[in-house]
């Protein structure tokens, strides 16, 4: 999976608490992605990182933040978990952003109760 | 703005069918199109991409699919299914400008019967 590792990989929490889900790259890859995937939803983009200390927002973004201090790694976080964030999220990674494809890790699956 | 519409949610063929997946795409100007798919409990594999280089782009497993100015298409065939092609499959573009955000369709699911 282009040496992509997401941590952890299944997940339960409960409504209020903080999470942070962790990924994990070896491709020295530029730009890093987090997305979400949901019934009927396909994928939607949460934030996207294009060098380090560099992101930017996606279409769903709003109770996530995220960071990314070192190239390897970007940290998606969920502030104060809520039930309509249960989801499978997944971690992708890019070697050089617009026209380069996209390369996915196995997704976190995250349930709020 | 640009986005991706996948028509047909599930998709139905017997084993040695054509396969046909639909996208159109809305887009200012030339797209970066991509189909991934996707095995169940696993995480997305490119398929294919469209990056101007041909019209007709071949991918992965027998998959290919041709880019159709006119028609803002990017449909995905398989001249013949295989049981192990059931999965679900995305079409996805960049769109225009810089961004960097690849936005996805909503996912077809093909379904094989023997």
């Known amino acids: 999976d282009a040496g992509i590792t997401q941590s952890p990989r299944h997940k339960v929490t409960e409504t209020g608490t903080p999470v942070t889900l962790r990924c994990h790259q070896t491709?020295?890859?530029?730009?890093m992605y987090w997305y979400r995937q949901d019934p009927g939803h396909g994928l939607r983009l949460i934030h996207y990182?294009?060098?380090?200390?560099?992101?930017d927002k996606g279409e769903v973004s709003d109770g996530y933040s995220v960071s990314r201090s070192k190239t390897e790694d970007f940290l998606l976080t969920l502030e104060s978990a809520t039930s309509s964030q249960t989801s499978v999220y997944f971690c992708?990674?890019?070697?050089?952003?617009?026209?380069?494809?996209?390369?996915f890790g196995n997704g976190t699956r995250l349930t709020v109760t | 703005a640009q986005s991706v519409t996948q028509l047909g949610s599930h998709v139905s063929v017997s084993e040695g069918a054509l396969v046909l997946l639909r996208c159109n795409y809305s887009?200012?100007?030339?797209?970066?199109l991509f189909w991934y798919v996707q095995y169940p409990n696993q995480g997305l594999q490119l398929l294919l991409k469209?990056?101007?280089?041909?019209?007709l782009v071949k991918g992965i497993n027998g998959f290919e699919a041709e880019f159709k100015k006119s028609e803002t298409s990017f449909h995905l065939t398989k001249p013949s299914a295989h049981m192990s092609d059931a999965a679900e499959y995305f079409c996805a573009n960049f769109g225009s400008g810089n961004t960097g955000k690849l936005i996805f369709g909503q996912g077809t699911t093909l379904q094989v019967k023997p």
């Open positions: 469209y990056t101007s280089a041909a019209t």
């Open positions: 990182s294009y060098g380090v200390k560099d992101t």
């Open positions: 887009s200012s100007v030339p797209p970066y």
């Open positions: 992708a990674i890019s070697q050089q952003g617009p026209g380069s494809p996209l390369h």
């Open positions: 491709e020295n890859h530029r730009y």
